[in-house]
């Protein structure tokens, strides 16, 4: 099927140099298109009302513990699509390509249900983990037809850039409503205001499934209560007891190195340790490290605390060189590429594990299982002042390619792995009975069978994963974990900065500037390997961001969050 909406003005909207000379789409429509277009505006809406309430009511049934069935509602909202011809949907998602047949097993299954419903098949697209986020973009800057629907993120996979460079489809309401409509109807209004770029929509946004990638040390509560803290860690400074105690008593533990980290996570750690000292809520996407946001009773003003705030900063590097001549970690940390602390963890070889919290709740039935004793706790950056914000719903989102020969299959096809019991059980969990299956409580299980290398899936399906259709792992620790979600749920913001897309380009040299020096000196604070004193380096530190441009980009961000939320004086 051809492009049926927005389909001149598309070509003329879409932004930047390097799509300039893209030609507008086909204007060519079939039968039922033009069907559709005498429809009269009445009887779209009674359409749209009726086929809304049945989308209420079906979530609405979810929340009771029964699975929601969208039947009715896609078979009145697709009744006049032509799907006579049968197209392949190319499905784009990050990761390596499996090495074995268990995936394409998997879409056989599907793409049956798939051909079934709307005459489509689900075929993936991998792009490898090597040069990911190059690759990534050339591959929608071909615009060659090659991929339809791509999974995306605004903070970690270049969504807006992407948006505003005319890579991805303009998603007007009209066709959202028609295509993926259960999508369309469970979104809030104030979630799809987060993925739009000039007022129009871009993405659709993974913005009903619990997951908390806030970062923390996921450490040995058993261990934690030998050294005295008997409630855990809550603090850094209860951190700094608790490796004290594991580096004294690491032989006798068990313990090889406490945290054998390979020296990646300076900015996490640095960003983390800003979190738990202030009220400080970062803006997401413009950089790996936490730079610039704003303070929560006054979230519109920028400030730059590993700038500005140096007495805090100065008691991290303090508290970092206390845990280096500890014995943390290895006197190599900055060269230990070889590390692999996560496994070594589970296997109680180490003590704690730098990551977040989605991390932490598979941690702990791996890590008793092969140390039945164990206790895995979690002490969250930002826990001693509550800071915590909410994930942005586009931290997953699916978009459709601008360069998609099949933009209404695809979204039709997108509605279905989301909303379809059956689909996204496929797609998420792969094969039932081989993959999969559900024990008497209603938990996930994995079959006696099952061979992870001969049956693993590989569809990375993190765009579109949806609480009223997911099936609880029955290895995990539910009410440890639930406990520590209601947690979140008491203190977390939602967060705030979701309608600002910054445009970097007169600032991206400053930034690459800063990055730069971050880089060569928050790797020497965060693993306490300076020389001299905390202040000198510190005041080295704050010194070179200034040299690297850190006004002028602070002076732009303001202003460009001045023109979407006000002026913050």
């Given amino acids: 099927m051809k492009k049926k909406f927005l389909a001149s003005a598309l070509a003329a909207s879409m932004v930047g140099t390097m799509f300039a000379s893209m030609p507008a789409f086909a204007e060519e429509e079939s039968?039922?298109?033009?069907?559709?277009?005498?429809?009269?505006?009445?009887?779209?809406?009674?359409?749209?009302?009726?086929?809304?309430?049945?989308?209420?009511?079906?979530a609405a049934e979810a929340t009771t513990g029964e699975v929601p069935n969208y039947d009715d509602v896609w078979a009145e909202k697709w009744a006049d699509v032509d799907t006579s011809e049968h197209v392949v949907i190319n499905y784009m998602t990050t990761g390596d390509a499996p090495t074995n047949d268990a995936t394409q097993k998997m879409l056989d299954e599907l793409n049956a249900i798939l051909t079934e419903k709307v005459n489509a098949e689900l075929q993936i697209y991998y792009i490898g983990w090597t040069d990911c986020l190059s690759n990534y973009n050339l591959t929608l800057a071909r615009m060659d037809g090659s991929v339809?629907?791509?999974?995306?993120?605004?903070?970690?996979?270049?969504?807006?850039?992407?948006?505003?460079?005319?890579?991805?489809?303009?998603?007007?309401?009209?066709?959202?409503?028609?295509?993926?409509?259960?999508?369309?109807?469970?979104?809030?209004?104030?979630?799809?205001?987060?993925?739009?770029?000039?007022?129009?929509?871009?993405?659709?946004?993974?913005?009903?499934?619990?997951?908390?990638?806030?970062?923390?040390?996921?450490?040995?509560?058993?261990?934690?209560?030998?050294?005295?803290?008997?409630?855990?860690?809550?603090?850094?400074?209860?951190?700094?007891?608790?490796?004290?105690?594991?580096?004294?008593?690491?032989?006798?533990?068990?313990?090889?190195?406490?945290?054998?980290?390979?020296?990646?996570?300076?900015?996490?750690?640095?960003?983390?340790?800003?979190?738990?000292?202030?009220?400080?809520?970062?803006?997401?996407?413009?950089?790996?490290?936490?730079?610039?946001?704003?303070?929560?009773?006054?979230?519109?003003?920028?400030?730059?605390?590993?700038?500005?705030d140096t007495d805090s900063l100065v008691e991290f590097a303090k508290m970092m060189k206390e845990w280096d001549e500890m014995g943390v970690w290895k006197t190599d940390v900055l060269n230990n590429t070889s590390a692999d602390n996560r496994e070594d963890f589970k296997l109680g070889k180490t003590a704690a594990e730098q990551h977040h919290t989605q991390t932490w709740t598979g941690l702990i039935d791996k890590t008793k299982a092969n140390n039945p004793d164990a206790e895995v706790g979690f002490f969250w950056f930002g826990e001693e002042k509550q800071n915590l914000v909410s994930l942005s719903v586009t931290h997953g989102a699916m978009a459709v390619s601008y360069g998609s020969e099949n933009p209404e299959r695809a979204l039709m096809v997108y509605d279905l792995l989301r909303n379809d019991a059956e689909c996204y059980d496929l797609i998420n969990y792969g094969q039932k009975g081989v993959q999969w299956d559900v024990n008497d409580e209603g938990l996930r299980t994995v079959p006696e069978s099952y061979n992870s290398d001969t049956d693993g899936?590989?569809?990375?399906?993190?765009?579109?994963?949806?609480?009223?259709?997911?099936?609880?792992?029955?290895?995990?620790?539910?009410?440890?974990?639930?406990?520590?979600?209601?947690?979140?749920?008491?203190?977390?913001?939602?967060?705030?900065?979701?309608?600002?897309?910054?445009?970097?380009?007169?600032?991206?040299?400053?930034?690459?500037?800063?990055?730069?020096?971050?880089?060569?000196?928050?790797?020497?604070?965060?693993?306490?390997?300076?020389?001299?004193?905390?202040?000198?380096?510190?005041a080295e530190y704050q010194q070179a961001l200034k040299d690297a441009g850190m006004d002028i980009v602070i002076e732009e961000l303001q202003k460009q969050l001045n023109e979407v939320y006000g002026d913050a004086e």
């Fill in 31 to 58: 039968s039922s298109a033009a069907a559709e277009e005498v429809t009269s505006a009445a009887a779209e809406e009674e359409s749209s009302s009726a086929a809304a309430e049945e989308v209420t009511s079906a």
């Fill in 148 to 308: 339809d629907l791509v999974g995306t993120a605004t903070d970690w996979l270049d969504a807006w850039p992407n948006a505003k460079n005319g890579a991805f489809l303009e998603l007007s309401d009209e066709m959202l409503e028609k295509y993926a409509p259960v999508t369309y109807e469970t979104v809030s209004q104030e979630d799809w205001d987060q993925c739009k770029y000039k007022d129009n929509i871009y993405f659709m946004p993974e913005d009903n499934y619990a997951q908390w990638t806030n970062h923390g040390f996921a450490y040995r509560l058993d261990f934690a209560k030998l050294a005295g803290l008997e409630n855990g860690v809550h603090s850094w400074e209860d951190m700094t007891t608790y490796f004290k105690y594991v580096c004294e008593h690491k032989d006798e533990l068990g313990i090889v190195t406490p945290w054998d980290s390979d020296g990646t996570q300076y900015s996490t750690m640095a960003g983390g340790w800003v979190s738990s000292h202030s009220d400080f809520v970062a803006i997401d996407g413009l950089a790996a490290a936490a730079y610039w946001g704003g303070m929560k009773d006054d979230l519109y003003t920028i400030v730059s605390p590993l700038y500005t």
């Fill in 457 to 538: 899936i590989t569809t990375n399906f993190w765009w579109g994963r949806n609480d009223l259709l997911e099936i609880r792992d029955a290895t995990k620790e539910w009410d440890t974990i639930d406990a520590l979600y209601a947690e979140y749920d008491d203190v977390k913001i939602p967060y705030p900065y979701g309608k600002f897309v910054a445009d970097v380009d007169d600032i991206q040299s400053y930034i690459n500037n800063i990055n730069e020096v971050n880089t060569n000196y928050m790797k020497q604070i965060a693993f306490g390997k300076y020389t001299g004193t905390a202040e000198e380096i510190v």
